[in-house]
């Protein structure tokens, strides 16, 4: 299985970005789906997750300013970010959870990681 993210890039305080994740490969079952982020020195946190039944939960601080969609047919997710920040500047992962054969268990994928830099 392979996440291929894309759609990172630097731009200024308040402008948008659109990310998007496709997962290939041998896929039999896709659950959660979702976005993390790691900045320079800090831990890398949960950004936005959505499940296979479309609910979806965000980080307390980009709630109103990010949404997390996803296209089950395609194994596609995507984030729209908008009133960017210069604190959401980090390298974003996409994540999926696999399953690879019927009545085998999700296991844990991360996609290569795309750099977004937010300047003021």
């Known amino acids: 299985v392979q996440l291929q993210a894309s759609g990172g890039g630097s731009v200024q305080t308040g402008e948008s970005l659109r990310l998007s994740c496709v997962a290939s490969?041998?896929?039999?079952?896709?659950?959660?789906m979702g976005w993390y982020r790691q900045a320079p020195g800090k831990q890398r946190e949960l950004v936005a997750k959505?499940?296979?039944?479309?609910?979806?939960r965000y980080r307390d601080s980009v709630e109103g300013r990010f949404t997390i969609s996803r296209n089950n047919a395609e194994n596609t997710i995507y984030l729209q970010m908008s009133a960017l920040r210069p604190e959401d500047t980090a390298i974003y992962f996409c994540?999926?959870?696999?399953?690879?054969?019927?009545?085998?268990?999700?296991?844990?994928?991360w996609g290569q990681g795309t750099q977004v830099t937010v300047s003021s």
């Open positions: 994540n999926a959870q696999v399953s690879t054969a019927v009545l085998e268990p999700v296991n844990a994928y």
């Open positions: 490969g041998r896929i039999s079952y896709v659950s959660d």
């Open positions: 959505i499940t296979a039944g479309g609910k979806m």
